[in-house]
């Protein structure tokens, strides 16, 4: 079934799919966010979408070279993602088929069914994210760190290693030195989501024997830029308060919000029940 592209902003998907490890340009990934953004909540299947080149650069605020739409047809179909299920390790494509006209000017897409229990119904373990937010950002690694980074602008905090953060991000064979990914992806980042998003962050090494192994990241949000959308806020709220009565179960007081601690994050992000 073919449809037209909604107004729909908000992207609904799995923790394991965010920070699963795939690489793709920039303009891929505002492409596909964008139609992430067209599955609704109470869809049952992936439909197949289709808009205009001059809809797309309506809806992602930017100039698309058409000469380059084919090269982001072939990303898609063909850089893997890798994502770790909960027992088991997914690899698959973002979608299963891709056509376009140049001389019609249009592009469709159908993302893979193999992504369905990531983005269809997804009632757990889930963020929220809108694709305008990941659109404004230049940088490809900028877009994945401002989308892994949103998980925790609720708790503020996120502790990841750097060898973990480096193969997400599709990195561990590019920069052998800390230092080198740290000026070229890390603080490039910082600078660039700190003024163009919805969020802000700083984050601080953590060494062993002379080498930094580990980072923190403290986030914050720009309450005067938070996403207006009701229904993303209601969602929001929603799993935050899930959150919450599970914590108190488990012997946590206060909020989810409260946390700086990052086994206490971490444990969360074990709850399953719901």
């Known amino acids: 079934m073919k449809t037209e592209l909604s107004d729909r902003k908000i992207v609904r998907q799995s923790h394991s799919l965010n920070f699963s490890k795939f690489s793709l340009s920039a303009l891929s990934i505002d492409i596909l966010f964008l139609f ?90 889930y963020v929220l994210s809108n694709y305008l937010s990941i659109s404004k950002l230049k940088g490809s690694y900028t877009k994945r760190i401002y989308s892994i980074l949103s998980q925790f602008k609720k708790t503020g905090f996120y502790k990841v290693d750097v060898e973990k953060l480096m193969y997400i991000l599709d990195l561990e064979n590019k920069y052998q030195k800390y230092g080198d990914f ?22 601080k090494e953590i060494t062993e024997n002379l080498k930094v192994v580990r980072l923190e990241f403290f986030i914050k949000i720009k309450k005067d830029l938070v996403d207006d ?11 935050i308060a899930k959150y919450d009565k599970k914590a108190k179960e488990k012997g946590y007081e206060g909020s989810f919000s409260q946390y700086d601690d990052s086994a206490y994050i971490d444990s969360l992000l074990e709850i399953r029940p719901f």
């Open 229 to 239: 959308s009701h229904d993303f806020v209601d969602e929001y709220n929603q799993l």
């Open 36 to 125: 992430f953004a067209q599955i609704a909540k109470e869809d049952e299947e992936f439909k197949e979408f289709k808009i205009t080149f001059r809809e797309l650069e309506k809806k992602l605020n930017k100039r698309i070279d058409k000469d380059y739409i084919d090269k982001v047809c072939e990303e898609l179909l063909t850089n893997p993602l890798r994502i770790q299920e909960e027992k088991s390790v997914l690899r698959c494509n973002f979608v299963s088929s891709a056509r376009y006209s140049k001389e019609e000017s249009w592009l469709q897409l159908k993302v893979s069914d193999d992504l369905k229990e990531h983005l269809l119904k997804v009632e757990k373990n």
């Open 182 to 203: 740290k000026r070229r992806i890390l603080n490039s980042s910082m600078k660039e989501i700190n003024e163009k998003s919805d969020i802000e962050f700083s984050f």
